[in-house]
């Protein structure tokens, strides 16, 4: 069964840190990258933060000011999100998703759509706040 499982989120202080994991079944990574998005309270869905490629390029978007990473474990099908330096405006639902590699714009992987994605996990809830 293909599925994407996010897990990791949980109540942090501002200027904490957190690791979200997204375990991904039913698909190969050598053949996909993995997003990661968020949805705060109230807002609609964000653009792509951060994506780990099939070929282990990674971009993560410039607002993030260097304080997310994005890495995978073949070994164990995971994609992970480090969270550093949180601020009370990274609460929010994230989530993760899929899109094949060939949907990847070359050499652009900021340049992926969020339509682009088609198959999303159910988000695991991160809260920043002392």
């Known amino acids: 069964q293909s599925q994407l499982v996010e897990s990791g989120g949980g109540l942090v202080q501002p200027g904490g840190s957190l690791r979200l994991s997204c375990l991904v079944s039913?698909?190969?990574?050598?053949?996909?990258?993995i997003g990661w998005f968020r949805r705060a309270p109230g807002k609609a869905l964000e653009g792509v933060l951060c994506?780990?490629?099939?070929?282990?390029?990674?971009y993560c978007a410039d607002s993030l000011k260097g304080r997310f990473t994005v890495s995978r474990d073949k070994e164990k099908n995971t994609v992970y999100l480090q969270m550093n330096d949180l601020k009370p405006e990274d609460t929010a639902i994230y989530s993760c998703?899929?899109?094949?590699?060939?949907?990847?714009?070359?050499?652009?992987?900021?340049?992926?759509?969020?339509?682009?994605?088609?198959?999303w996990g159910q988000g695991t809830q991160v809260t920043v706040s002392s």
């Open positions: 998703a899929i899109i094949p590699r060939y949907r990847i714009p070359p050499g652009n992987l900021g340049g992926t759509r969020q339509d682009d994605f088609d198959f």
């Open positions: 039913g698909f190969t990574l050598d053949y996909y990258a």
């Open positions: 994506i780990d490629s099939h070929d282990g390029s990674t």
